[in-house]
């Protein structure tokens, strides 16, 4: 598509984003029995949604900041 850096890196946190995001749902659909699996893994899983929906792409973000000079 483009060589911009730029888009690159907005597409990479919107994907860590919506990684998140499905990561929280699948560990909600865990905790109401629409997934049978174990409850600590819905909570283990929610949590870690949670963690990459709001703070990895801040770690993202901060990493590719430009310098400064």
């Known amino acids: 598509m483009t060589d911009d850096p730029a888009f690159g890196r907005y597409m990479m946190l919107n994907l860590v984003r919506i990684a998140g995001m499905l990561m929280v749902l699948a560990g909600v659909a865990i905790h109401y029995g629409k997934i ?4 600590v893994f819905a909570y283990v899983l929610a949590g870690a949604g949670l963690l990459g929906f709001f703070y990895v792409p801040r770690l993202l973000a ?5 310098p400064e000079k």
């Open 36 to 39: 049978d699996l174990s409850q």
């Open 62 to 66: 901060r990493r590719w900041r430009t």
